[in-house]
């Protein structure tokens, strides 16, 4: 270690900060200038990674949760030599690899998409419960790190009381964080917000705490090396750091602390631009220079962190060659392989919930794909997902050779620790609630379509026929935002979300098919409570027949020259296979019947397909338990979609069915009237 390289370094990660932000005329110097001690230290003399293969799965790991902090980690990255002069010169501007908030990019170093505050350590969790649940399965030497990132934002966060709580509960000693506490928030100083103690609440969740001066290199040493020696529990540094470290006035006096340093350029503030360059050691001329001391100091950096990888590769190669079945495992779970998979042989009674029918797959799942993470916000036992549990058992503290994740009453904190599994690699996670709290993870879930996660979402209780709990517990309006994603695309131009709701078991089993082997974006599947007649098979093969779902749509009935399309998803088809036999009977009408779990894929095959489902000369009717816009779309500006319009109500489900116009009579009469 070097006194006057290491100041220098963390000087110069101040600079390169204030001098992008000044540049873009946008963005967040203060926090960047407080963190630059801590980024150094740990990049140079602890964080484990190889310059030369940074996709290594066995990497350390930091998530950034401030992603307003960006600038901070392009500088250190910068240094590490992951980025060019001219991508942090470009900093916020069009076509540039260093956008505002940072997005995955593991070839630079970016481990997660942050900016919401607080999902971005959380994530972080998610990332040190699936490297645990390999260690568990592949050996101890499966040691590395995930480091984490928060800021004052982000303990706010109500998240954080999940991922702490978690994070604690379950001993996640590989779990690092580092607390950038400068008092100094957005628009107030934190003293104005909160009086709350963090360091024992942390403490109470279980963490070991220690708090240092954010400035003070040996403090920061002797709190990583602590915290990389801590076995039992996750480590908190709170560091007390000095929003806008280095700035200086106009007459060369400290300028720093202040509220106004944390979120517009320092020119902006009392603070003088060039004068603060000068404080911190950069040519003002040329203000994205590396200092050539640090540019020397880094480049022994990187050529020890080479080094250090490649005995730890040795180290591994050992392990391989003493484990050939194991390795190849351990490498078909990284490259999200698949073991051969049977659908069709996972039986299922008649007349089920699609929640029920799911339980029987995840229970299949559950003895056929071995690396499969199953999470449920205390609701196992009523979203069928304890048709997993049943065949493992739960993470807990110094025990991960189970399968389920137990996550507690935490939709969003669940599905951002999904997320953060997803993005470590090596596991498939699954997460289930009831749809209506949806709600309670969209956050998360926009993100997992950001990053382009496989994540699986199993959404229960799929429609007011909920029942006796009442409109709280009833989703109408969740599809309707679900299927938005749909439409949405990702930065591949893809679909950014898949969402299906399968029309009966044999459909489920074909779109828990679809979502297993999905691994470009998340898929959500949409179960019902309540048992549903299955749609009867054409063939007498009604799981073949499904498998028409896999192109997002297909015809459950087909006749010639037909007068009217019906079409639905989930429950509903059953209830238009009942309106359709009193239409064939009492008005002898010729029917087809859709069924469109997902408007998103059907869209994406071909016209032709397309118009044989639901043809562009014929009336369509829709049926959907929620809101109409549902199926709009699809049933065109010259059909008709029946769908509830308002809250439901507490009752018994088969009489919300009566109530509501969503029985067999009441469906072929709305039909008549449309025709008519």
């Not at 101890?140 to 982000?154: E, R, V």
């Not at 993870?441 to 496989?454: D, F, G, T, V």
């Not at 959500?524 to 799981?543: C, T």
Request: hydrophobic share 40%; aromatic share 10%.
């Amino acid at each position: 270690m070097n006194k006057e390289l290491d100041q220098l370094a963390a000087d110069n990660i101040r600079a390169l900060a204030v001098a992008m932000v000044e540049k873009a005329n946008s963005g967040h110097p203060g926090g960047p200038m407080g963190g630059a001690d801590y980024m150094h230290i740990l990049y140079s003399e602890f964080f484990n990674y190889d310059p030369s293969d940074m996709q290594w799965p066995f990497r350390d790991r930091f998530f950034m949760d401030a992603g307003h902090l960006s600038t901070l980690m392009y500088a250190q990255y910068y240094l590490l030599g992951n980025y060019e002069k001219n991508d942090v010169a470009n900093f916020r501007q069009w076509g540039s690899v260093t956008p505002g908030h940072p997005e995955v990019d593991v070839a630079r170093g970016i481990e997660n998409t942050s900016g919401p505050l607080g999902q971005g350590h959380t994530m972080g969790v998610g990332a040190a419960v699936a490297a645990n649940f390999l260690k568990a399965r592949f050996g101890d030497w499966m040691n590395h790190k995930i480091y984490g990132f928060i800021s004052d934002g982000g303990v706010q966060e109500e998240i954080s009381q999940g991922a702490g709580r978690i994070a604690g509960h379950l001993g996640l000693s590989n779990f690092i964080m580092f607390y950038d506490s400068n008092d100094v928030q957005l628009s107030s100083k934190t003293d104005e917000v909160t009086s709350e103690n963090t360091a024992m609440k942390y403490e109470s969740w279980g963490w070991k705490v220690v708090t240092i001066d954010g400035h003070d290199h040996e403090q920061i040493r002797k709190a990583l090396s602590d915290a990389n020696a801590e076995t039992e529990r996750p480590t908190l540094i709170i560091g007390k750091t000095i929003m806008g470290k280095g700035c200086v006035t106009t007459d060369g006096s400290p300028y720093e602390g202040y509220t106004e340093l944390h979120g517009k350029p320092i020119g902006d503030t009392g603070a003088d631009y060039e004068k603060t360059l000068l404080n911190l050691g950069a040519d003002v001329a040329n203000p994205f220079d590396i200092y050539s001391k640090v540019e020397e100091y880094y480049e022994g950096i990187i050529n020890k962190k080479k080094d250090e990888a490649q005995a730890k590769k040795k180290e591994i190669d050992a392990w391989r060659s003493e484990n050939v079945e194991l390795s190849a495992k351990l490498d078909g779970f990284l490259e999200g392989k698949l073991p051969n998979l049977d659908f069709s042989s996972i039986e299922q009674k008649d007349g089920q919930a699609t929640r029920a029918a799911s339980s029987n797959v995840l229970a299949y799942l559950a003895q056929n794909v071995e690396n499969m993470i199953v999470s449920s916000a205390d609701l196992s036992n009523s979203d069928k997902t304890d048709g997993f549990l049943k065949k493992t058992h739960i993470l807990k503290k110094g025990d991960f050779s189970g399968a389920f994740l137990q996550a507690g009453v935490a939709e969003l904190t669940m599905t951002a620790m999904a997320n953060g599994i997803a993005l470590h690699g090596g596991a498939i996670p699954v997460v289930a609630t009831f749809f209506v709290f949806s709600d309670y993870m969209k956050p998360a879930i926009r993100l997992s379509c950001i990053q382009e996660l496989p994540v699986k979402f199993v959404w229960t209780h799929d429609a007011f026929r909920v029942g006796e709990d009442g409109p709280t517990h009833q989703p109408v309006e969740q599809e309707a935002q679900i299927r938005l994603l749909e439409k949405l695309k990702n930065h591949s131009h893809e679909q950014s979300f898949v969402a299906l709701r399968p029309a009966d078991s044999q459909e489920t089993n074909v779109a828990w098919k679809m979502a297993m082997e999905n691994t470009k974006t998340p898929t959500g599947l949409i179960l019902s409570r309540q048992g549903i007649k299955d749609v009867p098979a054409k063939s007498g093969n009604r799981y073949q027949e499904a498998l028409g779902a896999e192109k997002g749509g297909y015809l459950i009935q087909e006749v010639a020259d037909p007068d009217v399309i019906l079409i639905a998803n989930g429950s509903e088809v059953a209830t238009l296979v009942a309106a359709t036999k009193l239409l064939e009977e009492k008005e002898g009408l010729k029917v087809n019947i859709a069924s469109i779990p997902s408007e998103g894929i059907f869209r994406q095959q071909s016209e032709a397909y397309q118009e044989k489902v639901i043809p562009p000369n014929k009336p369509v009717f829709g049926l959907t338990a929620g809101l109409p816009v549902n199926l709009e779309g699809l049933a065109g500006a010259n059909g008709k979609v029946f769908g509830l319009e308002h809250f439901g109500y507490s009752a018994p489900a088969s009489v919300l069915d009566e109530k509501f116009g969503f029985t067999g009579d009441q469906v072929y009469k709305e039909v008549m009237d449309f025709l008519n």
